[in-house]
């Protein structure tokens, strides 16, 4: 069964560095491209990244643009988030999503969650 | 950027009810719009993909119709596991994003 597994969380000072790890398993993961959504607490869900199956392409949400990097290895099939000069508003429960495959989409995307690793923000 | 309008951003009902619960967008995203639930320290989970097709497993009480602007999620009669809060999700283009969220609490 498909599995994501999120680590890297924790409490790190603003202007800091931090970087997210998501484990797939369970599926292909080369043919999938993968997202990583986060809700800071009491708030709601707030998309903030996506990478291609094959690493050739990244969107970001305006709020993390030039400071926040999504990449992959697939020959380890995990996910990453490196998260560079961290602010208050970087706070909240980070959650790695999987999107559809490169050759087929009519099952939709954003099916599969991880539980989700806590960032917190603060000096 | 596609701005998604979802109302009420809460409700109170009570078992057996229908609800309703609408996003708009305010461009149009043909049926690229899926709705999830979400409990308190869980991840969200998929109801609706494609703006009506049912995830697997989900039941059939949950229903979603609309295409390019005007979505409509709707619970045909409420049970006691359905009180969460609800998110729509455009992936028309990015950058990707949801509603505000509607609350469903208990009457």
């Known amino acids: 069964q498909v599995q994501l597994v999120e680590s890297g969380g924790g409490v790190v000072q603003p202007g800091r560095s931090l970087r997210l790890s998501c484990a797939a398993s369970g599926f292909p993961f080369s043919s999938y491209g993968m997202h990583w959504v986060r809700q800071a607490p009491g708030k709601g869900l707030e998309w903030v990244a996506v990478i291609w199956y094959d690493g050739s392409n990244e969107y970001y949400a305006d709020s993390v643009k030039g400071r926040f990097t999504i990449s992959r290895d697939n020959s380890k099939n995990t996910l990453y988030l490196q998260m560079n000069s961290l602010r208050a508003e970087d706070t909240a429960v980070y959650y790695c999503?999987?999107?559809?495959?490169?050759?087929?989409?009519?099952?939709?995307?954003?099916?599969?969650w991880g539980q989700g690793t806590l960032v917190t923000v603060s000096s | 950027d596609i701005q998604m309008t979802q109302s009420p951003s809460s409700l109170s009902a009570s078992v057996g009810d229908r609800v309703t619960i609408t996003c708009r967008a305010n461009q149009g995203i043909r049926n690229d719009l899926g709705w999830y639930q979400q409990k308190p320290g869980k991840a969200p989970k998929r109801l609706i993909y494609?703006?009506?097709n049912l995830q697997g497993g989900v039941p059939s009480r949950f229903s979603g119709s609309g295409s390019g602007t005007e979505f409509t999620l709707t619970i045909s009669s409420l049970q006691p596991e359905d009180f969460a809060t609800y998110y729509c999700?455009?992936?028309?283009?990015?950058?990707?994003?949801f509603g505000q969220g509607t609350n469903v609490e208990m009457k």
């Open positions: 999700l455009q992936h028309n283009s990015y950058p990707w994003t």
């Open positions: 494609g703006a009506e």
């Open positions: 999503v999987r999107d559809c495959s490169r050759v087929d989409c009519r099952d939709g995307v954003l099916e599969y």
